[in-house]
T-cell receptor, first 114, second 117 residues
């Protein structure tokens, strides 16, 4: 079945460490997105990518980095510069130019700083 | 920039009854799309319904319908015959039209809906 796979489901990070969240899709979608969800804050856009080897910052990109080397993959790295990384992270995708029909979401990764 | 406001953080409804979730938005755009997403306890985001701003007719999907008031910039979701499985967080979201590959969703803060048996 086609869909978006996010891994791991739970991730723990020590202070000062970089961690990478995986997002893979087999929907042949061109566009991919990363959102952060905090209680009472809704979903906020971190980064998005419309095509391979191209990506743009969203509203809260500081402390995060991404890459888009393959159409299927859009990993998110949470760097040590992100001061409050504990949150739920959601990856999404849409066919190119067809985002108006809504996004397909992954099941999310819960990141906790220990 | 667009903003989406969901002013009610929580609501509760008796099973089989009807409930309306409120959403307002602010934009200078004339063409756009509005969405309601559901996030159950599994945290999987599910698209409930979408509305195209240039269509006056309100969208419906089975038990879910919207009341879209463009002039008032209001987009409420009505759930009829509420079921226990409707218990979830509901997010209202906005997307500008004609952005092609740059389609981005702006979300409200969400509302937690509890359906009581």
């Amino acid at each position: 079945d086609g869909g978006i796979t996010q891994s791991p489901k739970y991730l723990f990070r020590k202070e000062g460490q970089n961690v990478t969240l995986s997002c893979e899709q087999n929907l042949n979608h061109d566009a991919m997105y990363w959102y952060r969800q905090d209680p009472g804050q809704g979903l906020r856009l971190i980064y998005y990518s419309q095509i391979v080897n191209d990506f743009q910052k969203g509203d809260i990109a500081e402390g995060y980095s991404v890459s888009r080397e393959k159409k299927e993959s859009f990993p998110l790295t949470v760097t040590s510069a992100q001061k409050n990384p504990t949150a739920f992270y959601l990856c999404a995708s849409t066919p190119g130019g067809l985002g108006v029909y809504g996004y397909t979401f992954g099941s999310g990764t819960r990141l906790t700083v220990v | 920039a667009q903003t989406v406001t969901q002013s009610q953080p929580e609501m509760s409804v008796q099973e089989a009854e009807t409930v309306t979730l409120s959403c307002t938005y602010d934009t200078s755009e004339n063409n756009y799309y509005l969405f309601w997403y559901k996030q159950p306890p599994s945290r999987q985001m599910i698209l409930v319904i979408r509305q195209e701003a240039y269509k006056q007719q309100n969208a419906t999907e089975n038990r879910f319908s919207v009341n879209f008031q463009k002039a008032a910039k209001s987009f409420s979701l009505k759930i009829s015959d509420s079921q226990l499985g409707d218990t979830a967080m509901y997010f209202c979201a906005f997307m500008k039209a004609n952005t092609g590959a740059n389609s981005k969703l702006t979300f409200g803060k969400g509302i937690t809906l509890s359906v009581r048996p």
